[in-house]
């Protein structure tokens, strides 16, 4: 069965029954939420699955869809995937992506072709609906902090494997890790039907977006969480070019942590303010080693290896370099796209405030976990305890129309 219904029941029974002194305890926050969700997903997800049936029906040629040459963006949490991924996304001669609106509104053909029919609509009217959903993206989504959200920006396609409840992503929302399989571990922990399984489903979405799209660009996706599929993701994507993005562990994991556990509180009332901290020191450990290892062992022109510092300081000559590498066609606009990118970061200054030591972690305890990182990439090893506010890869998300 493709969709994780065994999984699905045990979180929503732990929702409401033995909640107490979990991080998803009932508190009345948590409470609205778990009940709005339980009200709206189960029927949107039988929606969902109703038009992935008459996409087989009415759209059958998308099974026969070549992804040629897809990128995918990997590697930890926090390591400059997001500018990356949308500084790409922008380059619409070469590249689609999936927004937030396709992975959680418009998954199938069927669905977009609804959401394309009332669009043509709304916009012989002025465009109504479209301006009340942008003020809605701005009031809700745009006020999620450290990782910028909006429904019509691309975002991590992960997500789209709630669709099929077997995403490590479901424990933000659903914070019970006795309840999670092993999914940071994909490759090595889970069983090689599961993972095909998995991998399968995100493959026939991926066809259904590109046959959507018009067959003609290639797909660019940035998922820090593939970087624990990256031998099942070259199984069905045996043409997909993989770009490894590395930070520093001194950077990524306290930075990891704040986010995960912000996240979490968007959604529950945590016990403390950090959370999953030992959880997230061993999957960002495999997130390092598996996909790297896997490269080394595996040398090929369509992987690259990308230090977040070289991205941040020659973004056009790093950008260019892998362009060039993976046989993609570098259009004039490129350069201007990566100018204005840059600017945009360069006047963006971000709220996230993270101390490792007051998350239990000293210096030397990270540098001692990931001590070949360190030594293979040289990374500085004595960065300050405490990282304030300050400017970051994550610009500003522009709004449709402005």
């Not at 500084?87 to 394309?116: C, H, N, V």
């Not at 230090?307 to 004039?332: N, T, V």
Request: hydrophobic share 40%; proline share 7%; aromatic share 16%.
């Amino acid at each position: 069965m493709i969709y994780n219904l065994k999984l699905f029941w045990r979180m929503a029974v732990r929702s409401f029954f033995g909640t107490k002194g979990t991080h998803g305890r009932l508190t009345r926050k948590r409470l609205f939420f778990v009940l709005l969700f339980y009200s709206v997903w189960p029927a949107w997800t039988v929606f969902t699955w109703f038009c992935f049936l008459l996409d087989d029906l009415l759209f059958p040629g998308y099974k026969k869809q070549v992804i040629d040459k897809p990128l995918f963006i990997i590697g930890n949490f926090r390591s400059g995937s997001t500018f990356l991924h949308r500084l790409l996304s922008r380059e619409t001669e070469t590249f689609t992506s999936l927004r937030t609106w396709d992975i959680f509104i418009t998954p199938s053909i069927t669905q977009r072709k609804i959401s394309g029919f009332f669009a043509a609509l709304d916009r012989l009217f002025g465009s109504p609906l479209k301006r009340f959903l942008v003020n809605i993206d701005r009031r809700s989504l745009g006020k999620v902090r450290i990782h910028r959200i909006s429904l019509f920006e691309p975002e991590e396609d992960e997500n789209i494997l709630l669709h099929a409840w077997s995403t490590f992503f479901s424990i933000v929302m659903f914070p019970f890790m006795d309840e999670m399989p092993p999914y940071p571990f994909f490759d090595d922990a889970l069983p090689a039907e599961e993972r095909r399984r998995i991998m399968g489903f995100y493959h026939s979405l991926i066809q259904r977006h590109i046959y959507a799209d018009g067959g003609k660009r290639h797909f660019v996706s940035k998922n820090p969480a593939f970087s624990a599929k990256i031998e099942t993701l070259l199984e069905f994507f045996p043409e997909a070019r993989v770009l490894y993005l590395v930070r520093n562990p001194l950077d990524m994991l306290p930075s990891t942590v704040s986010w995960l556990s912000y996240a979490t509180s968007v959604f529950c009332a945590p016990l403390e303010k950090y959370i999953f901290i030992d959880e997230t020191l061993a999957f960002t450990q495999y997130w390092y080693r598996h996909p790297l290892h896997y490269i080394d062992t595996h040398p090929s022109p369509n992987f690259q290896i990308l230090s977040y510092d070289d991205l941040i300081e020659r973004p056009k000559e790093m950008i260019s370099g892998f362009y060039r590498q993976f046989g993609y066609p570098e259009h004039p606009s490129l350069a201007r796209i990566v100018t204005q990118a840059v600017a945009e970061t360069q006047t963006y200054r971000s709220d996230h405030e993270y101390s490792y030591e007051l998350m239990g972690f000293t210096r030397d305890q990270i540098v001692a976990a990931y001590q070949d990182i360190f030594d293979r990439f040289g990374f500085d090893t004595g960065v300050p305890l405490t990282h304030p506010a300050k400017i970051t890869l994550e610009p500003p998300i522009p709004v449709p129309g402005d």
